[in-house]
């Protein structure tokens, strides 16, 4: 038997949960997907300031803020242990009206997102796999079969699909339109620890990001003692692990800044050590005859910025805002969908850029040696808070910001180029 819905979300994560509930908010009859049972482990811990607009929208901010650790900003230090870390603080961005967010464990987040949707109207359906989805022509409604886990494949007819399947890409394979980020190939290996060491008083909060000889590591303090430790490196280096992965995340500690090192000292591993391969990439489309890609469905860039879940939710909201206009057949969608597309590419261009760099010593010294010329510093806060998609001074200043860059590099003529051969051979390395 056939069931039916007005809108079927594949994938209960950040962006599939917000497109569920804006929708099912609009009196849409929702169903959404989620192939496991929340709450379940994700990666992705660290929130940003413009976050906060969007979960008061959908009305989770005081359950975030319950759940999270308070995060006045961030610190980068230099791979030179003797330089002293650079503290950048959301309350010095241009836009002073955010100056703070949280950190989160993304398994209480996204639960929190899925059952908001649910109390909205949204049908949830939990450890349910979607394994197909057949198009009719001139995107008059979609057939998904649908298995749910220990269950017989059923049949659901939709009006329109929105795909938030995250990693799993499910119509981006299906079309065959993913495609590697190439210029930025990265891998990443992680785990959360007890006993490791927060900065004292109101930064105990701060997310510290350290660079070292093989790329960058993190440290985000998390709820209930825990501390999420990742280093993001060459593809070529994690293929150079031998033995367990939690022997090479000790391995890849030990190469890292005495004071990394001794942070580390007393650490216990809490659950596993995860690995990630070369992870960096997008979609060449966003919409199509009834249906549209959001979230990591569409495009995945670097953690390094905290950007994903960000950019999910806020293209998660104008998904739905061009899905319900396609829907009522409102003469506005055409422009709704050419805004939806047009704000995602920039917004993951803005951070696309900074991170293809992020360890040249331009950036490096940049980031440890910062000026505010022209209110580039705040320019530059404002982009780690996530506000890069309104009209308020940020791009112009970003944009010389990468003139500083520039000319910074030019300075260490030796040093950018052993930089951009490290990338090119990365990319050589992803392609082969």
Known sequence: MTQTCDVAVIGGGPAGSTTAYALAEKGWNVVLFEKEKHPRFHIGESLLPMNQPVFERIGVLDEVKRIGVYKPGAEFYDVNPDNPPHRFYFRDALDKNFPDAYQVRRDQLDEVLLRNAGRRGAQIFEQTKVTGVTFADEGQGAALTVTPEGGEP???????????????TLLAGQFGIKRKNMRHASAAIFGHFRHVPRNPGPEAGLISVCWFEHGWIWFIPLPDGLMSVGAVCSPAYLKTRRGSTEAFLADTIA?????????????????????????????????FPGAILVGDAWAFVDPVF????????????????????????APEAAALRDEFERVQKRSVKDFTWMIARFNSPGIRHLFTNPGNPWRVQEAVTSLLAGDVERDNGVRPRLMFFRGLYYFFSCLKPVSAVREWLRRRARVRAVVN
């Open 306 to 329: 905290s950007s994903g879940v960000l950019l999910g939710m806020r293209g998660a909201l104008r998904g739905a805002a061009y899905v319900d206009a396609e829907l009522r057949g």
């Open 255 to 287: 190469l890292t800044p005495p004071h990394v090192r001794q942070r580390m000292a007393h650490a216990e591993l809490v659950g596993e050590v995860r690995a990630a391969g070369n992870y960096s990439y997008q979609c060449s489309q966003m919409c």
């Open 154 to 168: 059923q049949c659901w007819q939709a009006r329109y699909v929105v795909d938030a399947s995250g990693r799993d």
